[in-house]
């Protein structure tokens, strides 16, 4: 259901959840504010419509507990500049101070919630509790409104239960995630590949799972891919090693050849001694690694070959970094992967929080992309084919 299903909204109290889980540093600084600016579409549509906005959000995973540390103030800060209005942030998720701002609103004023995960009811395993939390989220509003795609896996207070209690709609930027990553989901326009990265192939069990069926070509790098290497007979030095998961890797590299589904692995890597910036970095053959050394990047015969495959793809997602892109001497994989698919022409989706904020903080142009996705769980289990209880909640 549409925002236009909600009817005129002018003069309505709407209940947004947004997801504005962004990276701080250590002085609480937003280092990608992605997120965010992705939710603009939707408050401003609200805005526009005369709405008394009411925002949602987590920060984080404060566990039910009142943490500094984990106070949107950050966020409401950022909104205030970029909506170029006032955004005030409540001093409590649905206390007292929420309740008043909430009734003090005028027609077009933002309102940010405190972190509904000081909540403990917000993601309780018990729904009694989640409903309760729900029911004191709807006494505020009129409408409620999904539009935090990262969090939809979830089924918690503020993004599932509130759903059933008031005339709910899914907001833009839930409907162009839906949209970007169903071109992956049906029917994707061919060669369709895969690039797949970041530390853990447990993380990426049932995507690559379900992609084998799928995809026509896997590429492998980032920490899960020394894994694989292991499940080919390498020695891996002290490379990053899920024990437990080399003989679903080798599972993997079977069904490959079986289903006829390119899978490369990275054929060389960039070693250095200890997971550093300032660790002197080499390259070796990825059937050599040194005992004493760890992988943390791709080689360049590797970037090359990821390249080159991407490049003559029609459709193409790419979830998680080839190396540690954050020191500059392992950030070359990740780079090359991003810049192919900079160059070529297929239709680009690059998913998971990490490999976004690389696209970003790496330097390359975010409109040569066909779509970030905000999602890092959330668009690997659509991926998958899983059902999201925040967006089936919402077909209902
Ligand atoms: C994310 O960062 O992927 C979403 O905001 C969900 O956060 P969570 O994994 O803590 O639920």
Redesign the pocket.
Known sequence: RTIDSLGDLAGKRVFVRS?F?VPLDADRNITDDG?IRAALPTLKRLIDAGAKVIVSA?L??PKGEVKPEFSLAPVAARLTELLAQDVALAGDTVGEDAKARAAALEDGQVLLLENV?FDKRE?SKVDADRESLAAEYASLADAFVSD?F??V??K?ASVYDIAKLLPSAAGELVFKEIDSLSRATQNPERPYTVVLGGSKVSDKIGVIDNLLDKADRLLIGGGMAFTFLKALGYEIGTSLLEADQVDTAASYIERAKANGVTLLLPTDVVVAPEFKADSPASVVSADSIPADQMGLDIGPKSGTAYADAIKDSKTIVWNGPMGVFEFEAFAAGTKAVAQALEDGDGFSIVGG?DSAAAVRNLGFNESKFSHIST????SLEFLEGKELPGIAVLED
Request: zero cysteines.
């Open positions: 997801d889980n997120r987590h984080g995973r995960r993601d935090g990262g969090v896996h979830r918690q929080g999602g890092g769980g959330a």
